[in-house]
Antibody, heavy 116, light 112 residues
Framework: QVQLKESGPGLVQPSQTLSLTCTVS????????VSWIRQPPGKGLEWMGV???????DYNSAIKSRLSISRDTSKSQVFLKMNSLQTEDTAMYFCARIRYYSGDYWGQGVMVTVSS | DVVMTQTPPSLSVAIGQSVSISCKSSQSLVASDKNTYLNWLLQSPGRSPKRLIYQVSKLDSGVPDRFSGSGSEKDFTLKISRVEAEDLGVYYC?????????FGSGTKLEIK
C-alpha cells in the first residue's frame, strides 16, 4: 500500500538550513507528485510546495526564496531544504502524495523546532 | 493567493445530529479543465490530515456516505449526517485549482 514517511532533525538552530526527507513506498515518483505541507503548533495548514511527476516544482511564494524541493526517484525519496530558519518555522512538516491537486496520502509528519 | 474563508470556527454537536461547514473562496475554483478542485480534509486529534472529499463531492475510498460535499464556483459546503464520535477533529477545506494551494482556517468539531 502507499506510505510516506518524513525524517529529519527535530531541532534546528536559527539561521540554519532545514533538510527533510520523505521516503515513499507503494508508488513511483515518476508518475506521482508529492507536496510538503507544514503546521505550526496549534495552528492551521500551510502548503509549501510540490514536485510534480515530471520533476518540475512549484513553491509557495511566501517562502519561495528559501525553499527547494528535489527528489531521487531511484531511492523513492523527496527532499525539502529550507534556509535561514527562524522561530516561526517551528512546525510539524508533512509530505503528501498529490492526486486531483490535493493530498490523498499523508505521512505521519516530523516535528521541527527552531531554537538555539 | 486564493483566500479560503471557512465557517464556523467551531461546532459542538450531539451524536446523531447533522452539521454543515461552509467554505467560500475569493476566486472561482473552476479550473481551465472545467473541474473544480475543492477538497475537504479531517485532522483527528494527534493525527495527520485525511482527505475525505475531492472535486467538491467525490468521496475518497472508505469514507462513510454520511459525509457529503456540495457547491460550485466560490461557495462550498461539507455536510455530516448522523455525527458519530469518531468524527471529532478539525475539518479543513483546501483549494487545488490555483497555485499556491490554500487551506481554510479550519472548523473544530466537538462532540457534546
Amino acid at each position: 500500500q502507499v506510505q510516506l514517511k518524513e525524517s529529519g532533525p527535530g531541532l534546528v538552530q536559527p539561521s540554519q538550513t532545514l533538510s527533510l526527507t520523505c521516503t515513499v513506498s507503494g508508488l513511483s515518483l515518476t508518475s506521482n507528485s508529492v507536496s510538503w505541507i507544514r503546521q505550526p503548533p496549534g495552528k492551521g495548514l500551510e502548503w509549501m510546495g510540490v514536485i510534480w511527476s515530471n520533476g518540475g516544482t512549484d513553491y509557495n511564494s511566501a517562502i519561495k526564496s528559501r525553499l527547494s524541493i528535489s527528489r531521487d526517484t531511484s531511492k523513492s525519496q523527496v527532499f525539502l531544504k529550507m534556509n535561514s530558519l527562524q522561530t516561526e518555522d517551528t512546525a510539524m512538516y508533512f509530505c503528501a502524495r498529490i492526486r486531483y491537486y490535493s493530498g490523498d496520502y499523508w505521512g505521519q509528519g516530523v516535528m521541527v523546532t527552531v531554537s538555539s | 493567493d486564493v483566500v479560503m474563508t471557512q465557517t464556523p470556527p467551531s461546532l459542538s454537536v450531539a451524536i446523531g445530529q447533522s452539521v454543515s461547514i461552509s467554505c467560500k473562496s475569493s476566486q472561482s475554483l473552476v479550473a481551465s479543465d472545467k473541474n473544480t478542485y475543492l477538497n475537504w480534509l479531517l485532522q483527528s486529534p494527534g493525527r495527520s490530515p485525511k482527505r475525505l472529499i475531492y472535486q467538491v463531492s467525490k468521496l475518497d475510498s472508505g469514507v462513510p456516505d454520511r459525509f457529503s460535499g456540495s457547491g460550485s464556483e466560490k461557495d462550498f459546503t461539507l455536510k455530516i449526517s448522523r455525527v458519530e464520535a469518531e468524527d471529532l477533529g478539525v475539518y479543513y477545506c483546501l483549494q487545488g485549482t490555483h497555485l499556491p494551494l490554500t487551506f481554510g482556517s479550519g472548523t473544530k468539531l466537538e462532540i457534546k
